[in-house]
């Protein structure tokens, strides 16, 4: 059965994009959300590949502006020439730089796990910290990586507002700020902190697969009925699956209950 063959069945629930929330509505629905995303990517987490907080601060900070499946195709090779922040502070730039290449900004990404390498070994005895307070010290890395890490890595957890975060939580109407600082506490007024870290898995997963940032598949979003932002992008439900990334996706999010608003 195609998706638009479902539409029939579905119900709609209006979310007004004029019409004032109450706090308490909007408190109502931003829980709604996260629990409704939980349903649809059930296997959410981090897409970064680590078995220490070391790694997962290297792989994070080797992110920005590539992709994760990228650096997890160059992270196997570089944790074994690289297994600890002595390892890092002593890397020679060249042969690092090598490693790093296929990510772009490789003599950039070489300086900075050097330098973080550095300080680690310098302030922490090699060991990265686990509170936020003491990541946020040390080279490259700012807020968003220290929650990802200390969510993932340490159980603590955190708010990690990247792009897709941001880009959702204005569609969804959790909040009208563009600064990610803002965000992550206006956000984080809305949930129990306990499910902080999963509601950042859950928006980012559906922020890298349906709610992409120009062609939004709206009429393949599971939670199209609780979003005010509803048709700012394609609202045909099988022409939205084709927008739906990566393709793997398609056919899980297919057999969804969708709800679209009228």
């Known amino acids: 059965m195609t998706v638009s063959e479902r539409e029939p069945e579905r119900q709609s629930e209006n979310v007004s994009k004029s019409a004032p929330e109450s706090r308490l509505a909007l408190v109502r629905r931003a829980r709604r959300i996260n629990r409704e995303l939980a349903v649809t990517y059930p296997d959410a987490r981090a897409e970064l590949d680590f078995t220490t907080p070391l790694e997962l601060l290297i792989a994070t900070v080797l992110s920005a502006q590539t992709t994760d499946v990228r650096v997890n195709q160059t992270t196997p090779e570089l944790f074994v020439m690289y297994p600890d922040a002595q390892a890092y502070a002593e890397a020679d730039p060249e042969e690092l730089e090598e490693i790093l290449r296929p990510l772009g ?14 300080a680690l070994v310098d302030r922490y005895d090699g060991e990265v910290p686990g509170l936020l307070k003491d990541l946020v010290t040390l080279p490259g890395v700012g807020r ?16 990690t507002v990247d792009t897709h975060f941001g880009r959702l939580a204005r569609r969804l109407g959790l909040t009208t700020d563009e600064d990610p600082v803002k965000v992550e506490a206006e956000v984080g007024e809305l949930f129990p902190k306990k499910e902080w870290t999963m509601l950042s898995h859950h928006l980012v997963w559906h922020g890298r697969r349906v709610c992409l940032a120009r062609t939004p598949a709206c009429g393949a979003c599971s939670i199209s009925h609780l979003c005010p932002s509803y048709g700012a992008g394609e609202t045909d439900p099988d022409k ?3 927008l739906v990334r990566p393709a793997p996706e398609r056919s899980a999010l297919a057999g969804l209950p969708l709800i679209a608003p009228k």
Do not use: S
């Open 240 to 242: 939205a699956a084709k």
């Open 144 to 159: 968003k990586t220290a929650n990802v890490v200390l969510g993932n890595a340490f159980g603590v957890p955190g708010i």
């Open 105 to 118: 900004f490789f003599r950039a990404k070489a300086r900075a796990v050097i330098g973080l390498g550095k």
